[in-house]
């Protein structure tokens, strides 16, 4: 039924219907600027991100194959826009320190301010040493809950590299776990 | 095991195995521990548009109503025209190597016939200089059955033989 109101959706656009194309990505909007952020660790970043995916996904709406999974679909854009972004930013140490004053951003809420830094903080620390196809894996896999055989699709490779890079990006992030002293072993201890 | 991608069998086996060996139980159990933490941090810090700004995202990016294409080039129809031009072209092919032969053949025998002379002529000329040195006319009288024999060298002259 979701599949059915999507396409129509998308033909109502095609047809020249503006006002579709906002109900269509509607469902998708959080999802999508998330990816972008965990990717680049910054939120300005995303949001440019997801500016450029929306571009091309308006633009390159007439090449979605109906009856397909449109939200793979859109995620590949996003996530080629997040690469492209990647490989041209410039490693600087300005866009480090805008990084990391955007990501604190949380709202009015002093205490909430630095909840959100204190997690963002956890998050960059556990995601920081993998590369960007081990990130892309793992968030589209554990964290978007797309299934193998989705995230190859999405990110035009093998089910099996994504494996490799799942085992990869996991190994990874509980070695940082366990280096980062993030509360992991008083936990564990505690659990058992 | 962690992310829970196996099948039910090998996740039974494994379990099974867990219960007996508590060092990769514990290997598990931090795995478990580090991924689920992530995912909830993850969750925990989620982002999300502000309304006026995703509205803004939108309008920026159907802004270009050239962006979308006419609706004559969707996809399938797109796929359709691929396949007719496929078709046409294949009917073109066949089309020329069946009528190509008719076309080669006027156009080509004058050729051949060209080709063929020039090679006699060749021929003829090599044989002449290098062979045919003597030119034998016989002459038989039907009244008597006499024969008379001339020959003539490569010039035409007229040579006197016993």
Redesign the interface.
């Known amino acids: 039924m979701w599949m059915k109101n999507e396409d129509e959706l998308v033909s109502e656009v095609l047809e020249g219907n503006q006002s579709s194309f906002e109900l269509l990505l509607r469902p998708y909007r959080q999802g999508l600027l998330n990816m972008a952020y965990r990717m680049t660790g910054n939120r300005e970043e995303a949001k440019e991100i997801c500016q450029e995916a929306l571009i091309k996904i308006y633009k390159y709406l007439y090449r979605f194959e109906k009856g397909k999974s449109f939200k793979s679909w859109i995620y590949k854009i996003t996530m080629n826009s997040a690469y492209d972004s990647l490989r041209k930013r410039k490693k600087s140490e300005d866009i480090i320190e805008s990084q990391k004053r955007q990501a604190f951003e949380g709202g009015a809420d002093p205490e909430k301010q630095f909840l959100n830094r204190e997690i963002s903080t956890k998050i960059e620390s556990c995601l920081q040493n993998l590369s960007p196809k081990e990130k892309a894996v793992f968030l589209l896999r554990d964290g978007d809950g797309f299934s193998v055989e989705e995230t190859s699709k999405i990110l035009k490779c093998s089910s099996l590299s994504v494996r490799t890079h799942l085992s990869r990006a996991r190994k990874k992030i509980r070695a940082q776990f366990e280096q980062s002293n993030l509360g992991f072993r008083k936990e564990v201890k505690s659990e058992l | 095991m962690?992310?829970k991608?196996l099948s039910p069998s090998k996740i039974s086996s494994i379990t099974a195995h867990l219960e007996k060996c508590p060092e990769c139980q514990?290997e598990y159990?931090?795995?478990s521990?580090?991924?689920e933490?992530?995912?909830e941090?993850?969750e925990?810090?989620?982002?999300?548009?502000v309304e006026r700004?995703?509205?803004q995202?939108?309008q920026?990016?159907?802004k270009?109503?050239e962006?979308?294409?006419s609706?004559l080039?969707?996809?399938?129809f797109?796929k359709a025209w691929a396949f007719a031009l496929m078709g046409v072209l294949a009917v073109a092919l066949t089309l020329l190597l069946v009528i190509k032969p008719f076309f080669l053949g006027e156009g080509t025998a004058p050729d051949s016939e060209l080709l063929s002379r020039t090679r006699a002529q060749l021929l003829g000329s090599t044989f002449q200089e290098s062979q045919q040195e003597v030119i034998k006319m016989t002459l038989v009288l039907p009244e008597t059955g006499q024969k008379i024999v001339w020959f003539f060298d490569k010039n035409f002259e007229l040579e006197v033989k016993e």
């Open positions: 962690v992310g991608d514990q159990d931090s795995y521990l580090a991924l933490k992530t995912k941090w993850i925990e810090d989620k982002l999300d548009w700004e995703w509205q995202a939108v920026e990016a159907v270009d109503k962006s979308v294409i609706p080039a969707p996809w399938p797109k």
